[in-house]
Every structure is written in C-alpha cells, then in structure tokens.
T-cell receptor, first 112, second 116 residues
C-alpha cells in the first residue's frame, strides 16, 4: 500500500522548469517528504526533503501544500542529465530507512 | 571511501549456482541495507544491519538468500541455488543511523545479476 502517488511519466524541454507532482494524502504530522532520483544504471540519489516549509538547495526546490497532502519537486532549469526516475517518499524520522517503500516513481525525460 | 562501493558491477551466473555480492559502505556508517530492483520496478527491501544489533531479515524472499556483515564494515549478500527470477539489480545503501539523519542514505551503483 503505497503512501504516495505520482504520474508515471512526464516530458520536459531542456532549459525549462520541470514540475513533478506527488500526492501523499495520508501523510501524518511527523512524516517528512523526501525526493530521490535514479538515473539509468545507477543507485538512487538524494535530492531534497521537507516537513512543512518549502525547501531549496542546489539541485531543486520542494513546494509542500499547506495541508501537506501534496508536494511538487521543481527542477528550475532541466538539463539532459536530469533524465531519470524521480521517487517521492514519505517517512518519519523514527522509521527505519529500510522499511519504507519506493514506488514506481515518475520517469522524467528531458528533450533537447 | 567517498561512496558506497559494490562489486561486481555485473554478474552472469548459471541457474543453480551460488553467488556472492559485496558492499563496502561509507566509512562510519553504522546502518547498511540491501535492496533488489527488478527491471522497471521500484526497490524491494531485503535486509538491513544496524551496528551490532541482530539484522532485520524480514525482506528476504526465501531461505536461499542470506547476508552477513562484520561490525560496521563490509557486507556480503549470498544467493544460493540461483533461479532466473533472481535476475535483478541488487542495491546496497548505508547511513549514519537506521533512523533519523537529514540526508537519508547513500546508495551504491548496484550489482546487475543475470541468471541464465
């Protein structure tokens, strides 16, 4: 029983912003939203995480709705190297990392 | 080392043979995890180690699968009498602790196992 739902795939033009949605309507108060991505033939890579407030780092921005039932990962200027599967995960800090589910994620294809 | 290292990167084996996969975690990371990823699918948790505590083996799919870790160092995942359904990428990850930690955990590049 997945805690998050994401679109299966999306395309994005190089240089444009990519906005990746994630629904997590059953998120509880102590659960964070994490985003990872997996480039073909590599292990998953951490991108960003947040609890309530919007977050930004050198890779991306994370916008979490006020009710925390959904969030959007924003890649501000997508490059061809951003083509990957993007996973949205909810997790509390008391959960073992090994117990949460990576779903199927969103396959993002960045085109020239 | 700088990252999680897994070896071999690719392994082709005949059905029925045993295989051993190795994971070198980031130095100082007390927690280590093994996952399996079948083609086009998400990650499937197999087992995790936290320091010297008994490992959580709840994700191992059968008794043909086992894993060991000595202290906070290298781990090996062993698959006995391999079957074709064992073909997958086996990913290892490590973290500073089994819970908490702002940046989650770091994955290796995986071992692609093909059973023929």
């Amino acid at each position: 029983d997945a805690k998050t739902t994401q679109p299966t795939s999306m395309d994005c033009a190089e240089g444009r912003a990519a906005n990746l949605p994630c629904n997590h309507s059953t998120i509880s108060g102590n659960e964070y939203v994490y985003w990872y991505r997996q480039i073909h033939s590599q292990g998953p890579q951490y991108i960003i995480h947040g609890l309530k407030n919007n977050e930004t780092n050198e890779m991306a921005s994370l916008i979490i709705t006020e009710d925390r039932k959904s969030s959007t990962l924003i890649l501000p200027h997508a490059t061809l190297r951003d083509t990957a599967v993007y996973y949205c995960i909810v997790r509390s800090l008391t959960d073992s990392w090994g117990k949460f589910q990576f779903g199927a994620g969103t396959q993002v294809v960045v085109t020239p | 080392g700088a990252g999680v290292s897994q070896s071999p990167s690719n392994k082709v084996t005949e059905k029925g043979k045993d295989v051993e996969l190795r994971c070198d975690p980031i130095s100082g990371h007390t927690a280590l995890y093994w996952y399996r990823q079948r083609l086009g699918q998400g990650l499937e948790f197999l087992i995790y180690f936290q320091g010297n505590s008994a490992p959580d083996k709840s994700g191992l799919p059968s008794d043909r699968f086992s894993a060991e870790r000595t202290g906070e160092s290298v781990s090996t995942l062993t698959i006995q009498r391999t079957q074709q359904e064992d073909s997958a990428v086996y990913l290892c990850a490590s973290s500073l602790a089994s819970q908490g930690g702002d940046y989650g955990y770091t994955f290796g590049s995986g071992t692609r196992l093909t059973v023929v």
